[in-house]
């Protein structure tokens, strides 16, 4: 071999290489550009703001299908009640974001479970939703052990949430006693009881 063609040989061999080197790099490069892309798309996803997790939105419509609020342990069943596990599990894993747009859901079961766990994180938001609350006759079922009763939502998130008594009557029993940080003025308890009391007669 002349020593033209050895030159052309190395000539072209250090090209091929260049170009290995360069198609190597652009390829390494794309793949960091798409990664980075996917990561902050990923991560924008999970914190958009006015979006409920998938996790959160199941145990919602679990809770919504149950459709009652009762105590730990139902009849004479010895385990955990599965609905009343679904609800402290929604107000555990839930943000506080993902419970405040749930305070606006139309079943007041949901509703409910979302106010008392944005009440145990004593929440800001939780007096303006209390305030909504005062004026609802709407009505939840509620079951203590084998004790069916149809109950005012008021009643439940007076009483079994915020952890006020009506005049005259006991402490009702509880799985989790509420710490009453909310101190209604002694105006405002009259009316919600005199508001509760009202609805309680309606059927």
Same mark, same amino acid.
């Given at each position: 071999?002349?020593?033209?063609?050895?030159?052309? #040989?190395?000539?072209?061999?250090? =090209?091929?290489?260049?170009?290995? @080197?360069?198609?190597?790099?652009? !390829?390494?490069?794309?793949?960091? $550009?798409?990664?980075?892309? +996917?990561?902050?798309?990923?991560?924008? !996803?999970?914190?958009?703001?006015?979006?409920?997790?998938?996790?959160?939105?199941?145990?919602? #419509?679990?809770? %919504?299908?149950?459709?009652? $609020?009762?105590?730990?342990?139902? #009849?004479? $069943? @010895?385990?955990?009640?599965?609905?009343?596990? &679904?609800? @402290?599990?929604? !107000?555990?894993?839930?943000?506080?974001?993902?419970?405040? *747009?749930?305070?606006?859901?139309?079943? +007041?079961?949901?509703?409910?479970?979302?106010?008392?766990?944005?009440?145990?994180? @004593?929440?800001?938001?939780?007096?303006?939703?209390?305030?909504? *609350?005062?004026?609802?006759?709407?009505? $939840?079922?509620?079951?203590?052990?084998?004790?069916?009763?149809? !109950?005012?939502?008021? %009643?439940?998130?007076?009483?079994?949430? =915020?952890?006020?008594?009506?005049?005259?009557? %006991?402490?009702?029993?509880?799985?989790?006693?509420?710490?009453?940080?909310?101190?209604? #003025?002694?105006?405002?308890? &009259?009316?919600?009881?005199?508001?509760?009391?009202?609805?309680?007669?309606?059927?």
């Amino acid at each position: 071999m002349n020593l033209c063609a050895i030159k052309n #040989a190395s000539y072209l061999s250090a =090209m091929i290489r260049m170009n290995l @080197q360069n198609y190597i790099g652009s !390829m390494l490069a794309l793949m960091l $550009i798409v990664t980075l892309t +996917f990561c902050r798309s990923k991560k924008e !996803m999970e914190q958009q703001p006015g979006s409920i997790s998938p996790q959160i939105e199941k145990l919602a #419509a679990e809770i %919504e299908a149950n459709n009652y $609020i009762g105590t730990r342990y139902m #009849a004479r $069943i @010895q385990s955990e009640s599965p609905a009343w596990t &679904r609800r @402290q599990q929604l !107000m555990s894993d839930a943000t506080s974001d993902e419970l405040i *747009l749930l305070s606006t859901d139309p079943n +007041f079961v949901v509703m409910l479970t979302a106010f008392e766990g944005l009440y145990r994180r @004593q929440h800001a938001e939780v007096k303006n939703i209390f305030n909504r *609350l005062t004026h609802s006759n709407e009505k $939840i079922s509620y079951i203590k052990g084998d004790i069916y009763s149809s !109950m005012p939502v008021l %009643e439940y998130a007076f009483i079994y949430v =915020m952890g006020y008594t009506m005049p005259g009557e %006991e402490q009702p029993y509880m799985d989790i006693l509420p710490e009453k940080y909310i101190e209604l #003025a002694p105006m405002e308890v &009259r009316e919600v009881s005199k508001n509760i009391e009202a609805y309680r007669r309606l059927r």
